[in-house]
């Protein structure tokens, strides 16, 4: 085999583990994004807007004039304790029993993430996700060059009855998984939330093959209708890692998330974190502690949702004014991504280019499979556009997509344009 070519000097000199992350092509295209003439539905970002300048002024005052420097200084790794309350209280809201002693605060979410992969995974070991699952955790696991295996969603979250296939073929060749991760509240990027019945299903799996089970919850605050689900941590404790994130409730600039994990699982985690980074910064956790402490975060929580809600409803009006009978979509009950599936023959990462040229933006699905799958279907983002842009915005992506159709029907597509409710797509067909 030919040696491939590349421009990068260095590139004999990476370790192999470089070659399992995620292609950047899709990033360098989106940055372009950022220009303000172009509507991105494409990015994750929280509606940071909605927070009020004031509350974060005195809330920072308030710290600096009260313990500056003991803000500025070195913390434990695990985290600043009275922090820890506070993230017991929002566990709480949810439902979800925690001691502050099952708590490690991170550098968000995302950290948690890294630091699982690189206590749990060996070069070739089996994990499990969800797919499409989220891309920061399948590049995290990825550098750790395990097996993926990837079961399909659908919108009742993840296809139990596929995962149960799975975990027996396993079995069948004497290995089993070390971990099954899943954002079971509002997927990112699916938009489904995990049936109640599936939850329990879930779990009685993992008990009976005795795998981990991750669950990344960074949505589940975030529901604009429908009753709360069980977290997957408050109906197994011993066997679920969770992890849980500020990021949306509060402030991603923050980077404050944390894992609840058995205790065991939480000592590895504090060496991996102690080589990681010593301890995340002192400084926002003792704002966000009093932010916890002294500001009603939870009316702020609902101001978040009305504004999502809103937002959600626009993009659900415009796809249906404008792709109904061609595209089909989720309907997610809260959080912040809405997942859509197109006709079989049309490829979202090709279609890209000429989305950004009409200047609009979305994420091809493709980058949400480890190895492939979900050509045919896009994320779009409602938290952070607002309303009427978002409608301007499914507008303008509409045009691009029937011209897309009509293009691929010149070149003989005849075939049914829409994929049958329940079968092959996007979200079925990884
Ligand atoms: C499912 C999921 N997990 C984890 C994260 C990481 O969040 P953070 O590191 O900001 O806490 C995100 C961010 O969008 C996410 O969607």
Redesign the pocket.
């Known amino acids: 085999m030919s040696p491939k070519f590349s421009l990068d000097p260095f590139e004999g000199q990476y370790a192999h583990r470089t070659s399992n992350m995620l292609s950047s092509e899709i990033r360098d295209l989106l940055s372009v994004t950022a220009r303000p003439d172009i509507i991105s539905l494409a990015g994750?970002l929280p509606y940071t807007q909605a927070l009020s300048p004031e509350i974060i002024l005195r809330t920072v005052r308030a710290v600096l004039e009260e313990d500056c420097a003991a803000s500025l200084q070195y913390g434990p790794t695990d985290g600043y304790a009275p922090l820890k309350h506070d993230l017991m209280r929002v566990m709480g809201a949810e439902g979800t029993p925690c001691f502050p002693e099952d708590i490690m605060i991170?550098?968000?979410?995302?950290?948690?993430?890294e630091l699982i992969a690189k206590v749990f995974i060996n070069p070739g070991d089996s994990i499990i996700t969800e797919a499409p699952s989220?891309v920061?955790?399948l590049n995290s696991f990825l550098s750790y060059q395990p097996r993926i295996h990837s079961i399909p969603l659908d919108e009742q979250g993840l296809r139990t009855d596929l995962l149960e296939e799975k975990l027996g073929e396993l079995a069948r060749e004497g290995s089993r998984a070390k971990f099954i991760y899943v954002?079971p509240n509002f997927?990112?990027p699916a938009g489904v939330t995990m049936s109640r019945e599936r939850r329990f299903r879930l779990l009685e799996l993992a008990h009976r093959h005795d795998c981990l089970v991750l669950e990344?919850n960074?949505?589940g605050l975030l529901r604009f209708e429908g009753d709360p689900e069980p977290s997957l941590r408050s109906l197994d404790e011993g066997r679920v890692i969770y992890?849980g994130?500020?990021?949306?409730i509060f402030a991603?600039g923050m980077?404050?998330?944390w894992v609840a994990a058995p205790h065991p699982i939480l000592d590895k985690l504090l060496l991996a974190k102690q080589s990681a980074d010593l301890c995340s910064s002192t400084f926002t956790q003792m704002v966000a502690h009093r932010y916890f402490a002294g500001e009603d975060w939870l009316g702020q929580v609902e101001q978040l949702k009305e504004i999502y809600r809103g937002r959600r409803d626009a993009m659900l009006e415009a796809l249906e004014e404008h792709l109904e009978g061609i595209a089909r979509w989720t309907r997610p009950q809260g959080g912040?991504f809405v997942w859509v599936t197109l006709p079989a023959f049309i490829k979202a990462p090709e279609m890209l280019a000429a989305a950004i040229d009409a200047k609009v933006a979305f994420v091809p699905g493709t980058g949400f499979f480890p190895y492939r799958g979900g050509e045919n279907s896009m994320r779009l983002n409602f938290s952070y556009a607002d309303e009427d842009t978002i409608r301007e915005g499914i507008k303008r992506l509409s045009k691009v997509i029937k011209r897309e159709l009509s293009l691929a029907r010149a070149f003989g597509h005849d075939l049914d344009p829409l994929p049958e409710k329940g079968g092959p797509d996007g979200m079925t067909g990884g």
């Open positions: 994750g991170t550098n968000g979410a995302q950290q948690g993430l989220y920061g955790a954002v997927h990112n990344d960074p949505y992890l994130t500020l990021s949306k991603a980077r404050i998330g912040l």
